[in-house]
């Protein structure tokens, strides 16, 4: 039911920065946080950072201080800054409108399209 606009993909040179959004339409009734996830070509999707609507924030281990996530609630939108890019961060990266628990555990709702962000070395 949710509506996942992305935008802010593309191509960046290894180190440079990007910054990635996502704004959310339609029936959020059951979604209290908003992330990222990203899947390279024959891997696993991973997940890259969330963040509840109060502002508690999950990050993936492989991120090592280099991203931030946010979130502007009013506008339903959530926003990846991506600083020091590395070669294996390029993926197909994906918003999604889900669930964090108390734990801070994230549970994946539905899903944006998907948008490619490529590094370059």
């Known amino acids: 039911q949710v509506q996942l606009v992305e935008s802010g993909g593309g191509l960046v040179q290894a180190g440079g920065s990007l910054r990635l959004s996502c704004a959310a339409s339609g029936s959020m009734f059951r979604i209290n946080a908003m992330g990222w996830y990203r899947q390279a070509p024959g891997k696993q999707r991973e997940l890259v950072a969330a963040?509840?609507?109060?502002?508690?924030?999950k990050y993936g281990d492989f991120v090592k201080g280099r991203f931030t996530i946010s979130r502007d609630n009013a506008k339903n939108t959530v926003y990846l800054q991506m600083n020091s890019l590395k070669a294996e961060d390029t993926a197909v990266y994906y918003c999604n409108a889900g669930v964090m628990g108390y734990s801070g555990s994230y549970y994946a709702g539905d899903w944006g399209p998907g948008t490619q962000v490529t590094v370059s070395s």
């Open positions: 963040i509840s609507n109060s502002g508690s924030t």
